[in-house]
């Protein structure tokens, strides 16, 4: 079985800064993409930022130059940190992973979800 273990979110004012976190455990053969997305009140599930095991990254026009996505693959771990935090940044998180597990086909993962508000 796979988990996903998300931390780092919480409150912070505008133009401070947060890093979130996931790390993936579990009968893991191999990961592919990591990234993460996010949902405000009332708006669609949106694509915040993606990296693949190459290294190229992708990244929601509303973060660029804000936040850097990066990995860590002797962890298992990918990192979100987020600068120059806008009000509008407010959602929940969602770490999202693509990986074959052990016995199993290729799949995509979900952690729990947590919660960042941006806010004076």
């Known amino acids: 079985q796979v988990q996903l273990v998300e931390s780092g979110g919480g409150l912070v004012q505008p133009g401070g800064s947060l890093r979130l976190s996931c790390a993936a455990s579990?009968?893991?053969?191999?990961?592919?993409?990591m990234g993460w997305y996010r949902q405000a009140p009332g708006k669609e599930r949106e694509l915040v930022a993606a990296?693949?095991?190459?290294?190229?990254?992708n990244y929601a026009d509303s973060v660029k130059g804000r936040f850097t996505i990066s990995r860590d693959n002797a962890k298992n771990t990918v990192y979100l940190q987020m600068n120059s935090l806008k009000p509008e940044d407010t959602a929940v998180y969602y770490c999202?992973?693509?990986?074959?597990?052990?016995?199993?086909?290729?799949?995509?993962?979900w952690g729990q979800g947590t919660q960042v508000t941006v806010s004076s």
């Open positions: 579990g009968s893991i053969v191999t990961i592919y993409t």
């Open positions: 999202n992973v693509y990986l074959k597990p052990a016995g199993w086909g290729v799949r995509t993962y």
């Open positions: 990296i693949a095991n190459g290294g190229s990254t």
